[in-house]
DNA sequence: ACAACCTTTTGATTTGCATCAAAGATTTTT
DNA sequence: AAAAATCTTTGATGCAAATCAAAAGGTTGT
Protein backbone atom coordinates (compact mmCIF):
# COMPACT_ATOMS: atom_id res chain seq x y z
CA UNK A 1 0.00 0.00 0.00
CA UNK A 2 1.64 3.45 -0.81
CA UNK A 3 1.80 6.06 2.01
CA UNK A 4 -0.59 8.75 0.47
CA UNK A 5 -3.13 5.88 0.44
CA UNK A 6 -2.74 5.14 4.12
CA UNK A 7 -2.67 8.47 5.09
CA UNK A 8 -6.14 8.77 3.58
CA UNK A 9 -7.28 6.23 4.96
CA UNK A 10 -6.45 8.08 8.36
CA UNK A 11 -8.35 11.33 7.42
CA UNK A 12 -11.67 9.31 6.70
CA UNK A 13 -11.26 7.23 9.91
CA UNK A 14 -10.70 10.28 12.00
CA UNK A 15 -13.58 12.21 10.84
CA UNK A 16 -15.80 9.57 10.61
CA UNK A 17 -15.20 8.36 14.42
CA UNK A 18 -15.65 9.90 17.63
CA UNK A 19 -12.20 10.36 18.17
CA UNK A 20 -12.36 13.30 15.99
CA UNK A 21 -14.02 15.01 19.01
CA UNK A 22 -10.98 14.51 20.90
CA UNK A 23 -8.32 15.31 17.83
CA UNK A 24 -10.43 18.21 16.05
CA UNK A 25 -12.64 19.71 17.79
CA UNK A 26 -15.10 21.66 16.26
CA UNK A 27 -14.43 24.90 14.81
CA UNK A 28 -10.88 24.76 14.27
CA UNK A 29 -9.44 26.51 10.99
CA UNK A 30 -6.91 24.60 8.99
CA UNK A 31 -3.70 25.61 10.79
CA UNK A 32 -4.91 24.64 14.10
CA UNK A 33 -5.63 21.38 12.99
CA UNK A 34 -3.18 20.37 11.63
CA UNK A 35 -1.20 21.40 14.64
CA UNK A 36 -4.02 19.18 16.64
CA UNK A 37 -2.80 16.03 14.28
CA UNK A 38 0.12 15.96 16.54
CA UNK A 39 -1.56 14.92 19.96
CA UNK A 40 -1.43 11.75 18.02
CA UNK A 41 2.06 9.76 17.74
CA UNK A 42 1.99 6.53 16.73
CA UNK A 43 -0.61 3.84 15.55
CA UNK A 44 -0.53 0.29 17.27
CA UNK A 45 -2.38 -2.72 16.24
CA UNK A 46 -3.70 -5.45 19.23
CA UNK A 47 -4.53 -8.95 18.68
CA UNK A 48 -7.32 -10.28 20.26
CA UNK A 49 -6.90 -10.98 23.97
CA UNK A 50 -3.01 -8.92 24.24
CA UNK A 51 -2.92 -6.52 26.64
CA UNK A 52 -2.76 -2.67 25.45
CA UNK A 53 -1.86 -1.85 29.42
CA UNK A 54 -1.91 -3.65 32.01
CA UNK A 55 -2.14 -2.77 36.20
CA UNK A 56 1.27 -1.56 37.27
CA UNK A 57 2.28 -0.53 33.51
CA UNK A 58 3.94 3.05 34.03
CA UNK A 59 1.42 5.58 31.89
CA UNK A 60 2.34 7.70 29.46
CA UNK A 61 -0.30 7.68 26.97
CA UNK A 62 -3.95 8.02 26.32
CA UNK A 63 -5.48 5.81 23.86
CA UNK A 64 -7.82 6.25 21.20
CA UNK A 65 -9.78 3.13 19.63
CA UNK A 66 -9.68 3.08 15.84
CA UNK A 67 -10.83 0.10 15.50
CA UNK A 68 -11.70 -3.26 17.30
CA UNK A 69 -13.39 -3.92 21.20
CA UNK A 70 -11.42 -3.74 24.74
CA UNK A 71 -12.37 -4.19 27.84
CA UNK A 72 -10.90 -2.86 31.07
CA UNK A 73 -10.79 -4.56 33.55
CA UNK A 74 -9.21 -4.53 37.63
CA UNK A 75 -8.27 -7.75 39.51
CA UNK A 76 -8.59 -7.74 43.66
CA UNK A 77 -5.10 -9.18 45.69
CA UNK A 78 -6.70 -12.56 45.83
CA UNK A 79 -7.44 -13.04 42.07
CA UNK A 80 -10.88 -11.64 41.66
CA UNK A 81 -11.56 -9.65 38.70
CA UNK A 82 -14.10 -7.16 38.05
CA UNK A 83 -14.93 -6.10 34.35
CA UNK A 84 -15.06 -2.22 34.61
CA UNK A 85 -16.02 -1.19 31.27
CA UNK A 86 -16.46 -1.98 27.76
CA UNK A 87 -14.82 0.51 25.36
CA UNK A 88 -15.38 0.89 21.38
CA UNK A 89 -14.27 2.57 18.37
CA UNK A 90 -13.89 6.53 19.31
CA UNK A 91 -13.60 5.90 22.68
CA UNK A 92 -10.54 6.90 25.17
CA UNK A 93 -8.70 4.56 27.51
CA UNK A 94 -5.83 4.85 29.62
CA UNK A 95 -6.94 7.62 32.17
CA UNK A 96 -7.05 5.24 35.10
CA UNK A 97 -3.30 6.61 34.58
CA UNK A 98 -2.96 9.75 34.98
CA UNK A 99 -2.95 9.66 39.06
CA UNK A 100 -0.40 8.46 39.72
CA UNK A 101 1.80 7.80 36.75
CA UNK A 102 1.34 4.07 36.38
CA UNK A 103 -2.42 1.93 35.16
CA UNK A 104 -4.49 0.43 37.82
CA UNK A 105 -6.36 -1.36 35.55
CA UNK A 106 -6.16 -3.96 32.40
CA UNK A 107 -6.80 -3.04 29.26
CA UNK A 108 -7.40 -6.05 26.93
CA UNK A 109 -8.59 -6.24 23.10
CA UNK A 110 -11.84 -8.70 22.73
CA UNK A 111 -11.19 -8.87 18.91
CA UNK A 112 -7.85 -7.83 16.72
CA UNK A 113 -7.70 -3.52 17.52
CA UNK A 114 -5.96 -0.80 16.33
CA UNK A 115 -5.23 2.80 18.72
CA UNK A 116 -3.87 5.96 18.43
CA UNK A 117 -1.42 6.61 20.96
CA UNK A 118 -1.68 9.60 22.45
CA UNK A 119 1.31 10.45 24.57
CA UNK A 120 -0.54 12.51 27.47
CA UNK A 121 2.39 15.17 27.76
CA UNK A 122 1.20 16.07 24.00
CA UNK A 123 -2.43 16.13 25.37
CA UNK A 124 -1.44 18.66 28.16
CA UNK A 125 1.05 21.05 26.04
CA UNK A 126 -2.06 21.29 23.04
CA UNK A 127 -4.85 21.72 25.98
CA UNK A 128 -3.39 24.53 26.99
CA UNK A 129 -3.39 26.22 23.44
CA UNK A 130 -6.73 25.11 22.28
CA UNK A 131 -9.36 25.94 25.07
CA UNK A 132 -11.54 23.51 22.92
CA UNK A 133 -9.63 20.72 23.00
CA UNK A 134 -8.45 21.76 27.08
CA UNK A 135 -12.65 21.41 27.08
CA UNK A 136 -12.92 18.11 25.49
CA UNK A 137 -10.62 16.26 27.66
CA UNK A 138 -12.28 17.70 30.41
CA UNK A 139 -15.59 16.82 29.34
CA UNK A 140 -14.20 13.10 28.71
CA UNK A 141 -12.96 12.40 31.87
CA UNK A 142 -16.22 13.63 33.47
CA UNK A 143 -18.37 11.42 31.29
CA UNK A 144 -16.06 8.82 32.67
CA UNK A 145 -16.98 9.52 36.01
CA UNK A 146 -20.81 10.00 35.31
CA UNK A 147 -20.81 6.56 33.27
CA UNK A 148 -19.29 4.85 36.53
CA UNK A 149 -21.91 6.25 38.73
CA UNK A 150 -24.42 4.80 36.63
CA UNK A 151 -22.97 1.03 36.89
CA UNK A 152 -22.77 1.58 40.58
CA UNK A 153 -26.35 2.45 40.40
CA UNK A 154 -26.80 -0.99 38.77
CA UNK A 155 -24.76 -3.04 40.92
CA UNK A 156 -26.07 -1.76 44.09
CA UNK A 157 -29.68 -2.05 43.27
CA UNK A 158 -30.68 -3.40 40.14
CA UNK A 159 -31.62 -7.20 39.86
CA UNK A 160 -30.00 -9.02 37.49
CA UNK A 161 -32.80 -8.63 34.67
CA UNK A 162 -32.56 -5.05 34.87
CA UNK A 163 -28.51 -5.09 34.81
CA UNK A 164 -28.79 -6.86 31.37
CA UNK A 165 -31.36 -4.86 30.04
CA UNK A 166 -29.29 -2.08 30.94
CA UNK A 167 -26.48 -3.62 29.34
CA UNK A 168 -28.23 -4.54 26.05
CA UNK A 169 -29.98 -0.97 25.93
CA UNK A 170 -26.86 1.05 26.50
CA UNK A 171 -24.39 -1.27 24.28
CA UNK A 172 -26.87 -1.25 21.31
CA UNK A 173 -27.20 2.92 21.90
CA UNK A 174 -23.42 2.91 21.07
CA UNK A 175 -23.47 0.47 18.28
CA UNK A 176 -26.22 2.72 16.84
CA UNK A 177 -24.36 5.93 17.17
CA UNK A 178 -21.42 4.45 15.42
CA UNK A 179 -23.50 3.97 12.40
CA UNK A 180 -24.77 0.06 13.39
CA UNK A 181 -28.25 -1.40 13.54
CA UNK A 182 -30.70 -0.29 16.33
CA UNK A 183 -31.76 -3.60 16.75
CA UNK A 184 -28.76 -6.02 16.08
CA UNK A 185 -25.51 -7.19 17.78
CA UNK A 186 -22.63 -9.17 18.07
CA UNK A 187 -21.26 -9.40 21.52
CA UNK A 188 -17.74 -9.38 21.47
CA UNK A 189 -17.41 -10.51 25.04
CA UNK A 190 -18.09 -14.00 26.87
CA UNK A 191 -21.38 -14.74 29.59
CA UNK A 192 -18.42 -14.94 31.91
CA UNK A 193 -17.02 -11.33 30.92
CA UNK A 194 -20.69 -9.53 30.90
CA UNK A 195 -21.21 -11.21 34.31
CA UNK A 196 -18.14 -9.88 35.78
CA UNK A 197 -19.13 -6.16 34.44
CA UNK A 198 -22.65 -6.51 36.13
CA UNK A 199 -21.63 -8.64 39.42
CA UNK A 200 -23.21 -11.81 38.64
CA UNK A 201 -22.64 -15.71 37.45
CA UNK A 202 -21.96 -16.44 34.30
CA UNK A 203 -25.21 -18.31 34.71
CA UNK A 204 -26.92 -16.22 35.88
CA UNK A 205 -26.24 -13.64 32.73
CA UNK A 206 -27.64 -17.08 30.35
CA UNK A 207 -30.77 -17.52 32.04
CA UNK A 208 -31.77 -14.01 32.17
CA UNK A 209 -30.73 -14.34 27.99
CA UNK A 210 -33.00 -17.08 27.85
CA UNK A 211 -36.01 -15.47 29.97
CA UNK A 212 -35.91 -12.45 27.68
CA UNK A 213 -35.77 -15.04 24.94
CA UNK A 214 -38.53 -17.14 26.11
CA UNK A 215 -40.66 -13.53 26.30
CA UNK A 216 -40.02 -12.53 22.83
CA UNK A 217 -37.92 -9.85 24.14
CA UNK A 218 -34.53 -10.75 22.12
CA UNK A 219 -33.83 -13.19 19.89
CA UNK A 220 -30.26 -14.77 21.25
CA UNK A 221 -28.19 -17.12 19.21
CA UNK A 222 -25.17 -17.40 21.08
CA UNK A 223 -23.21 -13.79 20.54
CA UNK A 224 -25.82 -12.49 18.05
CA UNK A 225 -28.69 -10.66 20.12
CA UNK A 226 -31.38 -9.02 17.85
CA UNK A 227 -33.55 -6.92 20.40
CA UNK A 228 -37.28 -7.54 18.78
CA UNK A 229 -39.27 -5.33 21.90
CA UNK A 230 -36.67 -2.39 22.81
CA UNK A 231 -39.92 -0.87 24.93
CA UNK A 232 -40.08 -3.98 27.05
CA UNK A 233 -36.27 -3.91 27.77
CA UNK A 234 -36.87 0.14 28.84
CA UNK A 235 -39.47 -1.47 31.01
CA UNK A 236 -37.78 -4.02 32.50
CA UNK A 237 -34.50 -1.56 33.52
CA UNK A 238 -36.65 1.04 34.75
CA UNK A 239 -40.26 -0.13 35.51
CA UNK A 240 -41.75 3.60 36.12
CA UNK A 241 -40.81 5.59 33.66
CA UNK A 242 -42.06 3.33 30.63
CA UNK A 243 -45.00 1.50 32.47
CA UNK B 1 -14.52 39.16 63.39
CA UNK B 2 -12.13 41.64 61.66
CA UNK B 3 -11.41 40.40 58.37
CA UNK B 4 -8.13 40.25 58.87
CA UNK B 5 -8.95 37.35 61.08
CA UNK B 6 -10.69 35.69 58.72
CA UNK B 7 -7.96 35.87 55.49
CA UNK B 8 -5.52 34.83 58.32
CA UNK B 9 -8.15 31.42 58.84
CA UNK B 10 -8.39 30.86 55.40
CA UNK B 11 -4.78 30.92 54.68
CA UNK B 12 -4.16 27.97 57.45
CA UNK B 13 -6.82 26.11 56.11
CA UNK B 14 -5.88 26.10 52.63
CA UNK B 15 -2.30 25.43 53.69
CA UNK B 16 -3.88 22.42 56.13
CA UNK B 17 -6.41 20.65 54.14
CA UNK B 18 -5.65 18.73 50.51
CA UNK B 19 -7.42 21.75 48.70
CA UNK B 20 -3.76 23.50 48.93
CA UNK B 21 -2.78 20.72 46.17
CA UNK B 22 -5.37 22.52 43.86
CA UNK B 23 -5.14 25.76 44.57
CA UNK B 24 -1.26 25.90 45.09
CA UNK B 25 0.33 23.24 43.56
CA UNK B 26 3.57 23.30 45.03
CA UNK B 27 6.83 25.30 43.44
CA UNK B 28 5.08 28.03 42.41
CA UNK B 29 6.35 31.74 43.46
CA UNK B 30 4.50 34.14 45.64
CA UNK B 31 2.96 36.40 42.32
CA UNK B 32 2.03 33.11 40.74
CA UNK B 33 0.47 32.13 44.34
CA UNK B 34 -1.48 35.04 44.52
CA UNK B 35 -3.27 34.93 40.92
CA UNK B 36 -3.86 31.16 41.60
CA UNK B 37 -6.16 32.71 44.81
CA UNK B 38 -8.82 33.95 41.68
CA UNK B 39 -9.46 30.53 41.53
CA UNK B 40 -11.60 30.58 44.40
CA UNK B 41 -14.39 33.12 43.97
CA UNK B 42 -16.60 32.96 47.00
CA UNK B 43 -17.16 30.66 49.88
CA UNK B 44 -20.59 28.94 50.43
CA UNK B 45 -22.16 27.78 53.97
CA UNK B 46 -24.25 24.33 53.85
CA UNK B 47 -26.39 23.25 56.44
CA UNK B 48 -26.91 19.81 57.43
CA UNK B 49 -29.02 18.02 55.04
CA UNK B 50 -29.23 20.65 52.33
CA UNK B 51 -28.43 20.03 49.01
CA UNK B 52 -25.22 22.07 47.01
CA UNK B 53 -26.09 20.71 44.21
CA UNK B 54 -28.88 18.58 42.66
CA UNK B 55 -29.39 16.32 39.95
CA UNK B 56 -30.72 18.93 36.67
CA UNK B 57 -28.66 21.60 37.88
CA UNK B 58 -26.69 23.98 35.72
CA UNK B 59 -23.28 23.20 36.01
CA UNK B 60 -20.72 26.06 36.46
CA UNK B 61 -18.21 25.62 39.49
CA UNK B 62 -16.68 22.38 41.29
CA UNK B 63 -16.69 23.03 44.69
CA UNK B 64 -13.07 22.30 47.38
CA UNK B 65 -14.95 21.07 50.62
CA UNK B 66 -13.10 23.32 53.61
CA UNK B 67 -15.16 22.20 56.38
CA UNK B 68 -17.78 19.08 57.10
CA UNK B 69 -19.03 15.94 54.93
CA UNK B 70 -20.80 14.98 52.03
CA UNK B 71 -22.14 12.32 49.84
CA UNK B 72 -23.34 12.41 46.61
CA UNK B 73 -25.38 9.59 45.16
CA UNK B 74 -28.06 9.44 42.33
CA UNK B 75 -31.77 8.37 41.63
CA UNK B 76 -32.82 6.21 39.39
CA UNK B 77 -36.31 7.14 37.53
CA UNK B 78 -38.46 4.86 40.41
CA UNK B 79 -36.89 6.32 43.42
CA UNK B 80 -33.84 4.11 44.12
CA UNK B 81 -31.51 5.79 45.45
CA UNK B 82 -27.23 5.14 45.17
CA UNK B 83 -24.88 7.04 47.01
CA UNK B 84 -21.69 7.33 44.77
CA UNK B 85 -18.87 9.23 47.79
CA UNK B 86 -18.55 10.27 50.53
CA UNK B 87 -16.10 13.62 50.60
CA UNK B 88 -14.40 15.00 53.75
CA UNK B 89 -12.24 18.65 53.64
CA UNK B 90 -9.92 18.72 51.25
CA UNK B 91 -11.86 16.57 48.69
CA UNK B 92 -13.47 17.99 45.39
CA UNK B 93 -16.48 17.22 44.09
CA UNK B 94 -18.70 18.45 41.01
CA UNK B 95 -17.34 16.93 38.63
CA UNK B 96 -20.02 15.15 36.87
CA UNK B 97 -21.17 18.45 36.05
CA UNK B 98 -18.53 18.92 33.22
CA UNK B 99 -19.77 16.57 31.04
CA UNK B 100 -22.98 17.70 29.75
CA UNK B 101 -22.95 21.15 32.06
CA UNK B 102 -25.55 20.21 34.51
CA UNK B 103 -24.89 18.23 37.59
CA UNK B 104 -26.27 14.23 37.57
CA UNK B 105 -26.00 13.83 40.70
CA UNK B 106 -26.89 15.37 44.38
CA UNK B 107 -24.34 16.62 46.84
CA UNK B 108 -25.90 16.35 50.45
CA UNK B 109 -24.10 17.87 53.52
CA UNK B 110 -24.19 15.52 56.19
CA UNK B 111 -23.19 18.06 58.57
CA UNK B 112 -22.78 21.95 58.42
CA UNK B 113 -20.14 22.30 55.56
CA UNK B 114 -18.45 25.13 54.00
CA UNK B 115 -17.01 25.16 50.43
CA UNK B 116 -15.14 26.98 48.25
CA UNK B 117 -16.33 28.31 44.71
CA UNK B 118 -14.81 27.02 42.29
CA UNK B 119 -16.44 28.40 38.95
CA UNK B 120 -14.75 25.91 36.27
CA UNK B 121 -14.46 29.02 33.74
CA UNK B 122 -11.46 30.15 36.19
CA UNK B 123 -9.98 26.63 36.40
CA UNK B 124 -9.75 26.06 33.50
CA UNK B 125 -8.46 29.99 32.65
CA UNK B 126 -5.73 29.25 34.87
CA UNK B 127 -5.18 25.36 33.76
CA UNK B 128 -3.68 26.88 30.54
CA UNK B 129 -1.39 28.62 32.13
CA UNK B 130 -0.03 26.93 35.38
CA UNK B 131 0.80 23.47 33.79
CA UNK B 132 1.30 22.54 37.27
CA UNK B 133 -2.31 23.31 38.46
CA UNK B 134 -3.33 21.22 34.75
CA UNK B 135 -1.86 18.35 36.14
CA UNK B 136 -3.22 18.76 39.40
CA UNK B 137 -6.82 19.03 38.21
CA UNK B 138 -6.45 15.88 35.63
CA UNK B 139 -4.94 14.08 38.41
CA UNK B 140 -8.30 14.72 40.42
CA UNK B 141 -10.57 13.36 37.77
CA UNK B 142 -8.68 10.64 36.95
CA UNK B 143 -8.42 9.14 40.94
CA UNK B 144 -12.11 9.68 40.98
CA UNK B 145 -12.08 7.27 38.14
CA UNK B 146 -9.84 4.56 40.18
CA UNK B 147 -11.72 5.29 43.48
CA UNK B 148 -14.85 4.36 41.13
CA UNK B 149 -13.42 1.76 40.03
CA UNK B 150 -12.64 -0.27 43.31
CA UNK B 151 -16.26 0.66 44.13
CA UNK B 152 -17.20 -1.42 41.43
CA UNK B 153 -14.93 -4.55 42.72
CA UNK B 154 -16.25 -3.92 46.20
CA UNK B 155 -19.77 -4.20 44.72
CA UNK B 156 -19.48 -6.87 41.93
CA UNK B 157 -17.31 -9.45 43.85
CA UNK B 158 -17.44 -8.91 47.49
CA UNK B 159 -19.54 -9.71 50.39
CA UNK B 160 -21.28 -7.43 52.92
CA UNK B 161 -18.59 -8.08 55.27
CA UNK B 162 -15.47 -7.32 53.27
CA UNK B 163 -17.26 -4.38 51.86
CA UNK B 164 -18.06 -3.23 55.37
CA UNK B 165 -14.30 -3.73 56.43
CA UNK B 166 -12.57 -1.95 53.24
CA UNK B 167 -15.41 0.94 53.95
CA UNK B 168 -14.23 1.61 57.41
CA UNK B 169 -10.64 0.98 56.18
CA UNK B 170 -10.64 3.85 53.56
CA UNK B 171 -12.66 5.90 55.97
CA UNK B 172 -10.10 5.78 58.59
CA UNK B 173 -7.23 6.33 56.50
CA UNK B 174 -8.58 9.44 55.14
CA UNK B 175 -9.20 10.64 58.58
CA UNK B 176 -5.67 9.60 59.47
CA UNK B 177 -4.37 11.38 56.17
CA UNK B 178 -5.85 15.27 57.70
CA UNK B 179 -4.47 14.52 60.95
CA UNK B 180 -7.43 12.41 62.58
CA UNK B 181 -7.09 9.13 64.50
CA UNK B 182 -5.86 6.03 62.76
CA UNK B 183 -8.13 3.79 65.23
CA UNK B 184 -11.00 5.77 66.26
CA UNK B 185 -14.08 7.81 63.82
CA UNK B 186 -17.40 9.45 64.12
CA UNK B 187 -19.48 8.07 61.41
CA UNK B 188 -21.11 11.12 59.45
CA UNK B 189 -23.82 8.53 57.87
CA UNK B 190 -26.76 6.38 58.90
CA UNK B 191 -26.21 2.90 57.95
CA UNK B 192 -28.69 3.29 55.39
CA UNK B 193 -26.02 5.74 53.65
CA UNK B 194 -23.65 3.23 54.23
CA UNK B 195 -25.41 0.41 53.13
CA UNK B 196 -26.93 2.44 49.68
CA UNK B 197 -22.78 2.99 49.06
CA UNK B 198 -21.89 -0.44 49.69
CA UNK B 199 -24.96 -2.27 48.18
CA UNK B 200 -26.63 -3.48 50.94
CA UNK B 201 -29.52 -3.13 53.25
CA UNK B 202 -29.69 -1.15 56.59
CA UNK B 203 -29.84 -4.33 58.50
CA UNK B 204 -27.05 -6.00 57.10
CA UNK B 205 -25.02 -3.56 57.87
CA UNK B 206 -25.70 -2.94 61.25
CA UNK B 207 -25.11 -7.20 61.87
CA UNK B 208 -21.79 -7.05 60.33
CA UNK B 209 -20.93 -4.14 62.36
CA UNK B 210 -22.11 -6.45 65.17
CA UNK B 211 -20.45 -9.12 64.02
CA UNK B 212 -17.26 -7.49 63.83
CA UNK B 213 -18.02 -6.00 67.47
CA UNK B 214 -18.76 -9.64 68.81
CA UNK B 215 -15.42 -11.06 67.51
CA UNK B 216 -13.74 -7.97 69.54
CA UNK B 217 -12.47 -6.60 65.28
CA UNK B 218 -14.17 -3.42 66.25
CA UNK B 219 -16.16 -1.51 68.94
CA UNK B 220 -19.26 0.26 68.24
CA UNK B 221 -21.81 2.41 69.67
CA UNK B 222 -24.31 3.88 67.69
CA UNK B 223 -21.56 6.27 65.36
CA UNK B 224 -18.93 5.78 67.14
CA UNK B 225 -16.28 3.22 65.61
CA UNK B 226 -13.06 2.38 67.98
CA UNK B 227 -10.96 0.13 65.41
CA UNK B 228 -9.39 -1.92 67.79
CA UNK B 229 -8.18 -4.93 65.58
CA UNK B 230 -6.68 -3.65 62.25
CA UNK B 231 -5.25 -6.36 60.95
CA UNK B 232 -8.08 -8.78 60.89
CA UNK B 233 -10.21 -5.79 58.65
CA UNK B 234 -7.44 -6.03 56.43
CA UNK B 235 -7.58 -9.45 56.16
CA UNK B 236 -11.62 -10.01 56.17
CA UNK B 237 -10.87 -7.27 52.94
CA UNK B 238 -8.18 -9.10 51.25
CA UNK B 239 -7.41 -13.02 52.88
CA UNK B 240 -4.54 -13.26 50.67
CA UNK B 241 -2.36 -10.69 51.54
CA UNK B 242 -2.91 -10.63 55.15
CA UNK B 243 -2.92 -14.37 55.74
C1' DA C 1 -40.24 15.97 81.11
C1' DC C 2 -42.89 13.91 77.91
C1' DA C 3 -44.28 12.77 73.33
C1' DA C 4 -43.16 11.99 68.71
C1' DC C 5 -39.92 10.61 65.62
C1' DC C 6 -35.89 8.53 63.77
C1' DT C 7 -32.09 5.21 63.95
C1' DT C 8 -30.22 0.95 65.22
C1' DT C 9 -30.32 -3.70 66.67
C1' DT C 10 -31.89 -8.35 66.62
C1' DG C 11 -34.84 -12.31 65.33
C1' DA C 12 -37.63 -15.13 61.95
C1' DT C 13 -38.53 -16.14 57.35
C1' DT C 14 -38.10 -15.73 52.36
C1' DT C 15 -35.80 -15.37 48.03
C1' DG C 16 -32.71 -14.29 44.24
C1' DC C 17 -28.66 -15.59 42.89
C1' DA C 18 -24.54 -18.62 43.53
C1' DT C 19 -22.93 -23.00 43.39
C1' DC C 20 -22.63 -27.62 41.80
C1' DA C 21 -23.32 -30.59 37.95
C1' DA C 22 -23.81 -32.18 33.36
C1' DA C 23 -24.97 -31.99 28.60
C1' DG C 24 -24.90 -29.36 24.11
C1' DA C 25 -22.93 -26.09 20.96
C1' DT C 26 -19.05 -23.88 18.92
C1' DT C 27 -14.32 -23.04 17.95
C1' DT C 28 -9.56 -24.45 17.78
C1' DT C 29 -6.05 -27.81 17.38
C1' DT C 30 -3.93 -31.64 15.45
C1' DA D 1 -12.22 -34.82 10.02
C1' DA D 2 -11.64 -36.19 14.54
C1' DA D 3 -10.27 -34.63 19.05
C1' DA D 4 -9.68 -31.23 22.47
C1' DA D 5 -10.79 -27.15 24.46
C1' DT D 6 -13.93 -23.50 25.37
C1' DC D 7 -18.34 -21.43 25.81
C1' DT D 8 -23.24 -21.73 26.68
C1' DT D 9 -27.41 -23.63 28.41
C1' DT D 10 -30.23 -25.86 31.74
C1' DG D 11 -31.42 -28.32 36.08
C1' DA D 12 -30.99 -29.22 41.17
C1' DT D 13 -29.62 -27.52 45.50
C1' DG D 14 -27.73 -24.27 48.99
C1' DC D 15 -26.82 -19.98 51.04
C1' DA D 16 -26.06 -14.94 51.82
C1' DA D 17 -28.55 -11.23 52.06
C1' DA D 18 -33.28 -9.25 51.61
C1' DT D 19 -37.51 -8.79 53.70
C1' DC D 20 -40.69 -8.68 57.42
C1' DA D 21 -41.28 -7.61 62.17
C1' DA D 22 -40.62 -5.72 66.62
C1' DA D 23 -38.21 -3.75 70.35
C1' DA D 24 -34.60 -0.81 72.19
C1' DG D 25 -31.89 3.28 72.01
C1' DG D 26 -31.31 8.16 70.81
C1' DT D 27 -32.73 12.72 69.30
C1' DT D 28 -35.89 16.66 68.70
C1' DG D 29 -39.60 19.57 69.71
C1' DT D 30 -42.96 21.55 72.74
Given amino acids: MKPETITEAIKVACSSCNLRELCMPIGFNPDDMQRLDAVVATRRRIKQGDHLFSNGDSFTSLFAIRTGFFK ?8 REQVTGFQMAGEIIGLDGIVSDYHSCNAVALEDAEVCVMPFANVEDLSREFPQLQRHVHKIMSREIVRENSVMMLLG ?7 LAAFLLNLVQRLHARGFSQSELTLRMSR ?28 VKQR ?16 QTCA
Same sequence: chains 1, 2.
Avoid: H, Q, W
Avoid at 157 to 163: G, H, L, P
Avoid at 224 to 239: H, Q
Fill in 157 to 163: NMRAEER
Fill in 224 to 239: YVRIIEPDALKKIFNP
Fill in 72 to 79: TCVSSADG
Fill in 192 to 219: EEIGSYLGMKLETVSRAFSKFSDEGIIE
